[in-house]
């Protein structure tokens, strides 16, 4: 599904150059789900948004189902992000204005999707979730966990084989934060290929495969523990 | 396709999700465009009646009176009074045989007009057929104006101004063939005169004038001289008026034996103060459209800056619907969609307002005399085409450098937890 040979990504800042990954090389297969960790700065979300395809990475090269991302034109990535690609945000990143419904109906929009199926879509995301009696409410009617539903079945919308998913239960307490894994555990077992960033070592414990950061840069486990 | 509707689908419900602000800002526009519309109206409603009014008097003509002469000529004293006789006008239709038409007028002020008991005092005017379409003089129904007859047979009849008619005979419902008295002469009338705006004169308002045939009046008062001759021309004729006057005048002296030179012929050139009144107006109608066009620009500036704390308060939502597939092309397309729908909801209501509220006006039968030198705001098409051209153009640049902005936000910057 993804691959990454020798992926480092600098910014900067004034005349400051900030690496915040160094030469990255990483293989994910398909129906993997795997937790990324590491400490606060150390490039999880950089590298999470060049999977992404929000971000280009400085050097390298990232392939993703076998084509090189750094050869997709706009539109493409655009694309890409709409039906290969599922994010999940800390924030949420929920639309204050729109329903939840509206919110989940956003990727269905720029797929070009008919005003039927993008209902029918979104109440059936929405049940599935659990909301199925909040459709009609706005971002602050609804508590953490909702948002965070609310979200994921957005990521769901059209589909998508990959979900990327950085700290979603951050915001949340432990219990509610527990739920949010328990779905993601249920759409991996669908199928989906899931990459979460976490800060909880005892979620990342429960999951497949741990990748671990420190630096910019992938490190086993053994390293930090000592 | 594919892509213009989901970038129509997309702009509607944003529309609807924001409409608030984007009232405010349609609001602003409105009145700009409100603003711009009600004064053009207000210049193309004084441009046309005053258009109006100057026709009222008809066109394409000069007034040339006779004076006294100021130098000796030829051994001949200063002071010789030079007024024209019935001869001068086969004389000087000969002599300016390209004139449209060279015809002659008498005037005698205060004359006693009666009716049935009731008089007022107007001006007499003896004159000839042509003056008709001359000087737009032209009947209401079931009357006519003095005929070549009248003057071949001295008949007294008499042609009424409107306003005489209003003042002798308020309640006569049809007054062709009633008996008025000039002094004590009786006469039959022969029409009315159709209500015309009249801006210019040179005696008084025809509204106010009896006229008769130019024969008949020279039995009554016994009156050799023209008060007045009028020199036409044709209307390909229009910008040498004054080629023409200067012939008359060469001819005259010829014939009364005065220096062409002394200024003795008094000469009014109705086409050159209309040219002059007429380029005031258009002068006056573009002011207006300016002042207008202004305060519009002042609302397009409005419309931009919205759209541009818009952008910034969007970057947020811009970036989530990056990540959620949306392309550049369709989040700047949105924007200038919307800025274009802004332009074009205020701008089109507001020249809709102000045309319905112009027709409007223009059903309401008012009576007053403001408005016949004023006119009635009126809305022209050319007009409507203008402000939709600047509206247009206005949206687009207001929404294409707010546009630009949106689809260049970075989606990660933009996405990065606050
Ligand atoms: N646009 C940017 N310009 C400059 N430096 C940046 C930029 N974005 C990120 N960084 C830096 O890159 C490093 C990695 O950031 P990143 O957000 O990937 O960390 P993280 O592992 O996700 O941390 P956290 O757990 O706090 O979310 C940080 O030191 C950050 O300051
Ligand atoms: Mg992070």
Redesign the interface.
């Known amino acids: 599904m993804i691959r990454m040979t020798n992926v480092s990504k600098v910014y900067n800042t004034g005349s400051i150059k900030f690496e915040a990954l160094r030469e990255v090389n990483i293989e994910i297969k398909e129906r993997e789900f795997c937790a990324v960790v590491g400490p606060s700065g150390s490039g999880k979300s950089t590298l999470m948004?060049i999977i992404?395809c929000?971000?280009d990475c400085t050097t390298g090269e990232y392939f993703l189902r076998g084509t090189s991302v750094a050869n997709m034109t706009?539109?493409q990535l655009?694309?890409?992000?709409?039906?290969t690609i599922g994010?999940v945000?800390?924030?949420f990143?929920?639309?204050p204005?729109?329903t939840a419904e509206?919110n989940v109906?956003?990727?269905l929009?720029?797929?070009?999707k008919s005003?039927k199926l993008r209902l029918e879509r979104c109440r059936h995301l929405l049940e599935r979730v659990g909301l199925a009696d909040k459709m009609k409410n706005r971002p602050t009617e609804m508590s953490g966990g909702e948002m965070q539903r609310v979200a994921i079945a957005?990521s769901l919308?059209?589909d998508p084989p990959l979900i990327l998913a950085d700290e979603p239960t951050g915001n949340l307490d432990t219990r509610t934060g527990g739920a949010i894994v328990d779905l993601f555990n249920e759409l991996h077992d669908e199928g989906r290929t899931i990459i979460m960033i976490t800060h909880d070592p005892n979620i990342a414990a429960k999951l497949p495969r741990q990748i671990y950061m420190q630096d910019g840069a992938l490190v086993d486990k053994l390293r930090i523990a000592s | 396709m594919k892509s213009l509707s989901i970038l129509w689908n997309v702009f509607l419900r944003d529309f609807r999700k924001q409409s608030g602000r984007m009232t405010l800002t349609i609001v602003g526009l409105l009145w700009g465009t409100v603003s711009i519309m009600l004064l053009l109206s207000f210049g193309e409603g004084l441009y046309q009646q005053m258009s109006l009014n100057e026709k009222g008097m008809g066109e394409g003509f000069s007034v040339i009176w006779g004076g006294r002469t100021n130098k000796e000529f030829k051994g001949l004293p200063r002071g010789r009074r030079i007024w024209f006789l019935a001869d001068d006008l086969p004389y000087f239709s000969k002599k300016i045989p390209d004139a449209k038409l060279i015809t002659g007028e008498m005037m005698r002020w205060g004359q006693r007009i009666s009716y049935k008991g009731k008089y007022v005092s107007h001006m007499v005017n003896g004159l000839y057929p042509e003056y008709e379409s001359l000087r737009a003089m032209y009947p209401q129904m079931g009357g006519r104006f003095v005929n070549k007859k009248d003057i071949e047979l001295k008949r007294r009849v008499v042609f009424l101004g409107d306003e005489v008619k209003k003042e002798l005979m308020p309640e006569v419902e049809n007054p062709v063939g009633e008996m008025v008295f000039i002094n004590s002469v009786p006469f039959t009338v022969i029409g009315i005169l159709s209500p015309k705006q009249q801006m210019n004169s040179y005696a008084s308002q025809d509204a106010y004038n009896v006229f008769i045939p130019l024969s008949t009046y020279r039995t009554i008062w016994n009156e050799p001289y023209y008060d007045n001759l009028i020199l036409a021309v044709d209307k390909k004729d229009y910008g040498r008026m004054k080629e023409f006057t200067d012939r008359l005048n060469l001819a005259a002296a010829a014939k009364y034996k005065y220096d062409p030179d002394d200024k003795v012929l008094g000469i009014w050139d109705t086409i050159e103060s209309q040219k002059l009144m007429g380029n005031i107006l258009l002068g006056l109608k573009y002011f207006l459209g300016f002042v207008g066009f202004m305060t519009l620009a002042i609302a397009g500036v409005g419309v931009a800056n919205i759209m541009y704390v818009s952008v910034k308060e969007r970057t947020r939502e811009i970036g989530v619907k990056m990540a959620m597939g949306a392309r550049r092309a369709t989040i700047q397309l949105q924007f200038i969609t919307e800025a274009l729908f802004i332009t074009f909801m205020g701008g089109g209501i507001g020249i809709a307002l102000i045309y319905s509220a112009t027709e409007a006006f223009k059903m309401i039968p008012l009576d007053i005399p403001v408005l016949d030198i004023m006119g009635r705001p009126t809305v022209s098409l050319v007009d409507g085409l203008i402000v939709t051209l600047i509206l247009g153009t206005m949206g687009v640049v207001a929404g294409y450098f707010p546009s630009r902005k949106a689809s260049s936000v970075n989606p990660v910057d933009s996405l990065r937890y606050e």
């Open positions: 948004n992404g929000l971000d706009q539109n655009a694309d890409v992000r709409n039906q994010f945000f800390q924030s990143n929920l639309l204005y729109a509206e109906e956003v990727p929009l720029f797929a070009g005003r957005r919308a059209n």
